[in-house]
């Protein structure tokens, strides 16, 4: 099993919908996640970072985390063609030994078509 | 306030060669991580630093790869007789703290003739 896993996609949306992009975990030991953004060529930009069980929003984005199910997700109201890129999801120390190194999943490529 | 840099942005080297790729952290932060990521593959961990200290080189490979963070100075990934298969873009990132957000540079982008 994949210490980080994310729906492989590619997910695709009308501009406007919402895009939802989910994400599981192996380590129960995993206290915190993030979502990173990569446009096609770029590094990963962070979009969220997420600690407690629940929801957190930051303007059209709202990060899930559901720590009893190691289930972690990303909502993206009113989807704009901007937003395409893949977008990966991150645990620190995800199954590693150190405390800090982030295990990325495999990311999910979104495209937004007008 | 500056970022991430990385330095060469693109690098070129034919087989056998040195490749040295460096990055200077965001003003303050004392963490550094290296990451690869392979053409059509996901992001990879290799290395994490902090000053004068490597910390975790779990995802270095064993041979050819090195990675330094000295007291002065940008941190250095260095990988010596480069293959065709190092062809990757190389990511820093740093943190202020180990388990702290980390945030990314441009990369380096190394390709092998």
């Known amino acids: 099993q994949k210490e980080v896993e994310q729906n492989s996609g590619p997910l695709s949306v009308p501009e406007g919908a919402i895009a939802s992009l989910n994400c599981t975990y192996s380590?129960?030991?995993?206290?915190?996640f993030f979502w990173y953004r990569q446009y096609s060529g770029k590094s990963p930009e962070l979009i969220m970072s997420i600690y407690s069980n629940g929801d957190k929003e930051d303007g059209r984005f709202t990060a899930q985390l559901n720590k009893a199910s190691q289930y972690v997700s990303l909502l993206i109201r009113d989807s704009q063609p901007s937003d395409s890129a893949t977008y990966l999801c991150?645990?620190?120390?995800?199954?590693?030994?150190?405390?800090?190194?982030?295990?990325f999943g495999q990311g999910t490529i979104l495209t937004v078509h007008p | 306030n500056a970022g991430v840099m990385q330095n060469p942005r693109h690098l070129v080297r034919r087989r056998g060669q040195e490749a040295r790729l460096r990055c200077s952290p965001v003003k303050g932060h004392s963490h550094v991580y290296w990451y690869r990521q392979l053409p059509e593959e996901g992001l990879k961990f290799m290395v994490y630093l902090q000053k004068e200290n490597i910390i975790d080189e779990s995802g270095m490979p064993k041979e050819r790869f090195s990675a330094e963070f000295p007291k002065e100075g940008p941190s250095i990934l260095r990988i010596q007789q480069v293959v065709r298969g190092d062809s990757a873009a190389y990511f820093c990132?740093?943190?202020?703290?180990?388990?702290?957000?980390?945030?990314f540079g441009p990369g380096t982008r190394l390709t092998v003739l």
């Open positions: 990132a740093s943190s202020p703290g180990g388990g702290d957000t980390q945030y």
């Open positions: 380590d129960r030991g995993s206290q915190s």
């Open positions: 991150a645990a620190p120390n995800a199954g590693g030994t150190s405390y800090g190194k982030l295990t």
